[in-house]
């Protein structure tokens, strides 16, 4: 019996030996984590006066249009981000940019020294003269003959600044508006004997329409520096120097395709003009 039991015990002792054990199954691999969407950038708050045709004005729906308006949208898909466009009156948008109510102006502001000390601006994207606009009654020859007449200007343009240096010394009265548009009201109710502005947004938004038909450019270019600076930027608060790198690249690689053209002959095709400029 002893025998028996111990022989029993041997062959329990082999099979337990023998018997292979199974291997256990490699854990899982953690799943990778989901990547996260990248955050998309803020708009680009874009400051503009829409009372300047045919640069920055609005259809007949509200909506903001013109040679600035296409320029700051091409720009904006230039730097990756949506434009988004906040009408301010002409004479605070440096205040207002100062006060970030948005990031930028793109509204045909030009690039003088006295604006350099409040803001900084891109590289020019336009270049273009302005000029004295007369009923075609008046008798022009030189600024002499303007002493007594009265003329609507914008305030706190260019305009404004060569209108109050050279025309007010010399017997002209100057008006000045908080718009361009109300300008042209005013000449055309008679008030006014004409303005200073843009040559090409005197052009279209003015002298191309009936109410326009009775005046004319006067006198030669008006191009000084020390009035009407270096040519319209985009003007941004002091210190954004890495929006100012994209916008520059942004305005580069624009003009070095047909884009450029394309959105300028959509508006002064007819004028023959490098809206460019020097």
């Not at 004005?57 to 308006?69: H, I, Y």
């Amino acid at each position: 019996m002893k025998k028996l039991l111990l022989t029993l015990a041997a062959v329990s002792l082999l099979a337990a030996c023998g018997k292979k054990e199974e291997a256990a199954a490699p854990a899982a691999a953690p799943a990778p984590a989901a990547s996260a969407p990248a955050p998309e950038a803020a708009a680009l708050k874009v400051a503009i006066d829409p009372t300047y045709e045919p640069f920055t004005f609005k259809t007949a729906d509200g909506k903001p249009t013109g040679f600035d308006v296409d320029m700051a949208t091409a720009l904006c898909e230039q730097i990756k981000r949506k434009c988004e466009f906040v009408e301010q009156a002409w004479d605070s948008m440096i205040p207002g940019l100062n006060a970030k109510k948005y990031d930028v102006i793109i509204s045909s502001m030009s690039i003088t020294d006295d604006r350099l000390k409040e803001v900084d601006f891109t590289d020019k994207y336009y270049n273009t003269p302005s000029r004295i606009v007369l009923k075609k009654s008046i008798k022009f020859t030189d600024i002499a003959s303007l002493k007594g007449k009265k003329l609507g200007v914008l305030k706190g343009s260019t305009q404004e600044k060569y209108a109050l240096g050279d025309l007010k010394p010399a017997g002209v009265v100057v008006n000045s508006y908080d718009a361009q548009d109300q300008v042209y009201l005013d000449i055309k109710s008679g008030r006014l004997d004409g303005t200073v502005a843009d040559f090409l947004e005197v052009s279209g938004g003015f002298l191309s329409k009936p109410e326009g038909a009775n005046y004319v450019l006067v006198g030669p270019d008006l191009k000084d520096p020390k009035y009407f600076g270096y040519g319209a930027g985009i003007a941004l608060r002091k210190g954004e120097d890495k929006l100012k790198g994209e916008l520059n690249e942004g305005i580069k690689a624009i003009r070095a395709t047909a884009a450029y053209k394309t959105m300028a002959d959509k508006y002064f095709a007819k004028y023959n003009i490098d809206i460019y400029g020097e």
